[in-house]
């Protein structure tokens, strides 16, 4: 894919949803971390449901280590692997509090140290709780990049480095968003929405779907959730 072509993309991502945000409920770089944690292999919604009453009770390392493995657990046993994410939210609230004084550290050494935190994550929360033009490519983007021939690559370290070397400054920074929710509600998975799409004139997926009879083609998706979905948003102090 040629460098206009890339532009374009991105500026029709930008132009349909010029602010994005995070789908995961927050509002402080810690929270985010937690959910992050929490959201590995599970849905947004799923994570949020249970953020939503775990932290009224602890939102901050200290409460959290507090709180302990066993007064987790009940707060998040309807995500997959809850009795690692709970040893992992507990261990890595005692390290920021042990090593960085309370706060959730902005660079990638230190958060990938983390227990619980890869690569992924740790630029999920130095994009989105710090603002640093990082893009973590999860399932959804790797898909998106591959299939639109934006950055392609057989794995998501290498879809990442091309995202970063390809995408214009100027994008850099919601890219891993624009993404990820066009991922998300346009180009899914199974069957792609290609006769909504409004990349489709520029993505070089060659197996584009066509509109079925009595679907209006030219009427684009949404790139964000209606808030009959029922997401909860909020915004970081710091994103
Ligand atoms: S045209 Fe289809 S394959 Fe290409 S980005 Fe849009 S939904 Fe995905």
């Known amino acids: 894919m040629n460098a206009d072509k890339r532009r374009r993309i991105f500026e029709r991502l930008r132009a349909a949803n010029p602010e994005p945000r995070s789908e995961l409920a927050h509002r402080t770089p810690f929270e985010l971390l937690v959910a992050v944690v929490l959201s590995a292999q599970a849905t947004d919604k799923g994570v949020n449901k249970a953020t939503e009453r775990l932290f009224p009770i602890a939102n901050t390392p200290a409460a959290m280590v507090k709180l302990g493995v066993e007064g987790l657990i009940p707060y998040i046993s309807s995500i997959g692997l809850f009795n690692t994410k709970a040893r992992n939210v507990v261990a890595l609230s005692q390290i920021l509090l042990d090593e960085h004084g309370g ?5 990638r050494e230190a958060l990938e140290k983390l227990p619980g935190v890869g690569r992924k994550t740790a630029n999920v929360v130095m994009n ?3 603002g640093q033009p990082t893009i973590a490519v999860d399932t959804h983007i790797f898909r998106v990049a591959n299939r639109t021939r934006l950055a392609p ?9 091309r995202l970063v070397k390809f995408t214009p400054e100027e994008f850099r920074l919601h890219a891993h968003h624009w993404l990820i929710l066009h991922g998300r509600y346009v180009c899914i998975a199974r ?3 290609c006769p909504q799409c409004i990349i489709a004139d520029l993505c070089e997926y060659t197996a584009k779907t066509r509109a079925l009879p009595g679907m209006p083609a030219t009427q684009a998706l949404p790139l964000k959730p209606s808030p009959a979905s029922g997401t909860v948003r909020r915004r970081t102090r710091a994103g």
């Open 153 to 161: 690559g057989d794995n998501p370290l290498e879809v990442e480095m």
């Open 103 to 107: 706060e959730v550290p902005r660079d």
């Open 191 to 193: 069957v792609p929405r």
């Open 128 to 130: 989105v709780a710090f």
